[in-house]
């Protein structure tokens, strides 16, 4: 697609229960990223997922917390027994990585809210 | 480890004025360097970007400056305008080939 697509945009689930978001880069990027960004702060690294190779998960919190990146594509961020704590918006990133513009391109992001 | 800050949480400037963000970053490795802007339930957007070869890159109405004596970034936007109302972040690209981004500063243009 044109850009990085996110959904849901909107997420509201209870304490304990599973969710799911999912991204889908733009078509040919290889390298896709995970972010948390709690109100008014910074950008938190979770996951990294580069080609085929093994993904960096230096960032995940937490067990709770898994991504997968399935044909090299549209990747799931999984958070189990969520928190009040992990309420964040969840941004999706995706570059070619390589060469000028390394810059990443941002979804819009999943606000999750757990209540 | 790496650290990337700003100096200002908040900057409110007058429409017209130009306006200056800073950014401190600690990886003397860095050789990339990045400045987003992120509006109100937006994802953040790529405005402009620096290689470590170089100590100023120019865009549409955007200066970046790098000083890597002292490990500073900053942003400059000519002429503010009401869009430029978002927050700014900068970026550093170290060693493990993943961005680190500071806190970010808010930016308000005030009419």
């Known amino acids: 697609g044109a850009g990085v697509s996110q959904s849901p945009s909107n997420k509201v689930t209870e304490k304990g229960k599973d969710v799911e978001l999912r991204c889908d880069p733009i078509?040919?990027?290889?390298?896709l990223y995970w972010y948390r960004q709690s109100l008014g702060q910074g950008l938190e690294f979770l996951i990294y997922?580069?080609?085929?190779?093994?993904?960096?998960k230096s960032g995940l919190p937490s067990d709770r917390f898994s991504a997968e990146r399935t044909g090299g594509s549209v990747s799931t961020l999984t958070i189990q027994r969520t928190q009040q704590e992990d309420s964040a918006v969840y941004l999706c990133?995706?570059?070619?990585?390589?060469?000028?513009?390394?810059?990443?391109?941002f979804g819009s992001g999943t606000r999750l809210t757990v209540v | 480890g790496e650290s990337v800050g700003l100096h200002l949480p908040t900057l409110s400037v007058q429409e017209g004025d130009n306006s200056i963000i800073n950014c401190a970053y600690s990886?003397?490795?860095?050789?990339?360097f990045i400045w987003y802007k992120q509006e109100s339930g937006k994802g953040p957007q790529f405005i402009i970007d620096?290689?470590?070869?170089?100590d100023k890159r120019q865009g549409q109405r955007v200066t970046v400056l790098l000083n890597k004596t002292v490990k500073h970034l900053s942003l400059q936007i000519a002429a503010t305008q009401p869009g430029d109302s978002a927050v700014y972040f900068c970026?550093?690209?170290?060693?493990?080939?993943?961005?680190?981004f500071g806190k970010g500063n808010q930016v308000v243009v005030i009419p």
């Open positions: 990133a995706s570059s070619l990585y390589q060469g000028e513009g390394y810059g990443y391109t």
């Open positions: 078509s040919g990027h290889t390298a």
């Open positions: 997922f580069q080609g085929n190779s093994a993904p960096d």
């Open positions: 990886n003397s490795a860095s050789d990339y």
């Open positions: 620096i290689r470590s070869n170089m």
């Open positions: 970026a550093e690209k170290g060693g493990n080939n993943r961005l680190a």
